[in-house]
């Protein structure tokens, strides 16, 4: 599947660059689980694969917009991603919007 960054700190830490969110950097296992998540979505040929994929835990969000969805990293945080469909179809396109923590 096809993935897009929308965060530039995401983009670079996937990509092994510098960051400069101290959180990230300082963070080796975060950082690997992270690399580990994305390679996962990549590798998903469509988003019922996702869905199986139970590590994941891939969830639609309620208080977000349309097509929001969050994927786990590891116990703590999350990944926030947006689907986008083409002509309300099948999933062409994931966004990844953002890393949170989930319990804060």
Do not use: C
């Not at 990230?24 to 199986?52: C, E, G, H, W, Y």
């Not at 309620?62 to 116990?75: F, I, K, L, M, N």
């Amino acid at each position: 599947m096809e993935v897009e960054f929308r965060n530039k700190d995401l983009k670079w830490l996937y990509e092994g660059r510098r960051v400069r969110s101290k959180g990230f950097s300082s963070n080796k296992a975060l950082t690997r689980n992270f690399i580990r998540t994305v390679d996962k979505l990549i590798a998903a040929p469509d988003l019922n694969a996702l869905k199986q994929v139970r590590s994941l835990n891939l969830e639609k969000l309620t208080d977000h917009p349309h097509g929001y969805a969050s994927v786990r990293v590891d116990r703590k945080y999350r990944l926030i991603v947006e689907l986008v469909s083409e002509n309300n179809a099948h999933v062409t396109l994931i966004g990844i919007e953002k890393l949170t923590n989930h319990y804060q």
